[in-house]
């Protein structure tokens, strides 16, 4: 099975500071995703990575960056964090290299529920 | 750009029998996804259907496909309490590597 850890499942941080939420995947999956989940908004694509040291913007890239600096390990980064950026992030993998047809689901971590005081 | 619909709330008895719907806008999706979501946790893989197909059974869930209307449904057969859940449909079009998320539908199951 595949085992998508995400390092947190609480966190409480403060206006300003600077927020690093960490992603792990077991099974070798090139790609990489960060989503944010907030009532009636479903879940919003944040950045996605489909390499070691590559990143993409999703829909909502204000704020975050990400770090891929190996194939297992995934990181957002709430540079200057704000009260707006309190939700539940989730961290997703799939196989797969850009072009494939072939099917491709993403698998979930349980999530990080951060609030920004 | 893709959008994918659903409504936000189902209440249906046990033992009954559940139909999620879910439209989406972009012709070209390759495969859709249905996720359920319990409480406090991450999105499960439930199942998943190929846009050449226009059903697929698994178990007590039943996918159907219109591509011609752009829907999809996810039927429960037997309706347990377990199945409350938030359910989303996901659809990946062409060959990119986003799924494209619906709102979710939140499933109450009273007994």
């Known amino acids: 099975d595949v085992k998508v850890t995400q390092s947190s499942r609480y966190l409480v941080k403060r206006t300003g500071e600077k927020v690093f939420l960490e992603c792990v995947q077991d099974?070798?999956?090139?790609?990489m995703f960060w989503y944010r989940q907030d009532p009636g908004l479903g879940l919003r694509l944040i950045y996605f990575?489909?390499?070691?040291?590559?990143?993409e913007k999703g829909d909502i890239p204000e704020g975050y960056s990400v770090s891929r600096e190996k194939k297992e390990r995934f990181s957002l980064i709430l540079e200057s964090a704000s009260t707006n950026q309190t939700s539940m992030y989730l961290c997703a993998s799939s196989l797969g290299a850009p072009g494939q047809r072939r099917n491709q689901p993403q698998h979930f971590g349980d999530g990080t529920r951060l609030s920004i005081l | 750009g893709e959008d994918v619909e659903q409504s936000l709330f189902l209440s249906v008895r046990e033992g009954d029998s559940s139909v999620i719907n879910c439209t989406y806008t972009?012709?070209?999706?390759?495969?859709l996804y249905w996720y359920k979501q319990e409480p406090g946790a991450g999105l499960q893989l439930l199942t998943y259907?190929?846009?050449?197909?226009d059903m697929k059974q698994d178990q007590r869930l039943t996918v159907l496909l219109n591509k011609k209307d752009k829907h999809l449904s996810l039927r429960i057969a037997d309706t347990q309490t377990g199945d409350s859940a938030i359910y989303f449909c996901a659809e990946r079009y062409a060959a990119g590597n986003k799924l494209t998320f619906g709102g979710g539908t939140r499933v109450l199951v009273k007994p």
């Open positions: 990575s489909y390499d070691v040291k590559m990143k």
């Open positions: 259907i190929f846009s050449n197909m």
């Open positions: 972009d012709s070209s999706s390759t495969y």
């Open positions: 099974m070798d999956h090139e790609n």
